[in-house]
């Protein structure tokens, strides 16, 4: 048995928020420091908005309770059956272990599952990640997301995103 199998995929709630500030404080903690409130303040504040709205879900990967990467989804109509899959983490030591493609995978089916819930149509999932993040891209075509094209300047001057889609429904749009 490897490390994902023992890995457990589930929503996040308010008691996971220190173990997901731990991953980004390795991770993507560039993404959260801003203006005057501190780095764990603004983690803090944004996973509970998050966690509290209806169309948005943070899932964490755990293993032996310890949170070791998070996957937050947000959808908010109007929106033409898409939804974005906003950050992805895993801890650093707890990287190339497959935990990374176990949570994406069955994070997003989650994630959709529960906006079908709501009612929502939603028809796919995409992502942006950098054009020199070939980890990541390898992650996220593992769990079914494939390359849709590129943006540059879209994070800044100089960089390039790569756009992933994953398709969730082979409904199509509703005419207007």
Same mark, same amino acid.
Request: net charge neutral; hydrophobic share 40%.
């Given at each position: 048995?490897?490390?994902?199998?023992?890995?457990?995929?589930?929503?996040?709630?308010?008691?996971?928020?220190?173990?997901?500030?731990?991953?980004?404080?390795?991770?993507?903690?560039?993404?959260?420091?801003?203006?005057?409130?501190?780095?764990?303040?603004?983690?803090?504040?944004?996973?509970?908005?998050?966690?509290?709205?209806?169309?948005?879900?943070?899932?964490?990967?755990?293993?032996?309770?310890?949170?070791?990467?998070f996957?937050?989804?947000?959808?908010?109509?109007?929106?033409?059956?898409?939804?974005?899959?906003?950050?992805?983490?895993?801890?650093?030591?707890?990287? +190339?272990?497959?935990? #990374?493609?176990?949570? *994406?995978?069955?994070?997003?089916?989650?994630? !959709?599952? =529960?906006?079908? &819930?709501?009612?929502?149509?939603?028809?796919?999932?995409?992502?942006?990640?950098?054009?020199?993040?070939?980890?990541?891209?390898?992650?996220?075509?593992?769990?079914?997301?494939?390359p849709?094209?590129?943006? +540059?300047?879209?994070? #800044?001057?100089?960089? *390039?995103?790569?756009?992933?889609?994953?398709? !969730?429904? =082979?409904?199509? &749009?509703?005419?207007?």
């Amino acid at each position: 048995m490897n490390l994902a199998d023992k890995v457990i995929i589930q929503l996040g709630d308010l008691e996971d928020i220190l173990g997901i500030t731990r991953v980004l404080e390795g991770t993507l903690k560039q993404d959260f420091v801003y203006g005057p409130r501190s780095f764990e303040e603004n983690v803090r504040y944004s996973c509970l908005k998050s966690m509290t709205h209806q169309n948005e879900r943070i899932y964490v990967a755990k293993e032996i309770g310890d949170v070791v990467g998070f996957a937050w989804f947000m959808n908010h109509p109007p929106n033409n059956g898409t939804a974005i899959l906003e950050m992805f983490a895993v801890r650093k030591d707890k990287q +190339k272990r497959g935990i #990374g493609t176990r949570l *994406i995978t069955e994070a997003s089916d989650l994630f !959709v599952e =529960s906006q079908r &819930a709501l009612g929502c149509n939603l028809r796919t999932l995409h992502l942006t990640t950098n054009v020199s993040n070939g980890a990541a891209q390898t992650i996220y075509g593992r769990a079914g997301y494939r390359p849709a094209g590129e943006i +540059k300047g879209f994070v #800044g001057e100089g960089n *390039i995103e790569v756009v992933m889609i994953k398709k !969730v429904s =082979s409904e199509s &749009a509703p005419e207007e």
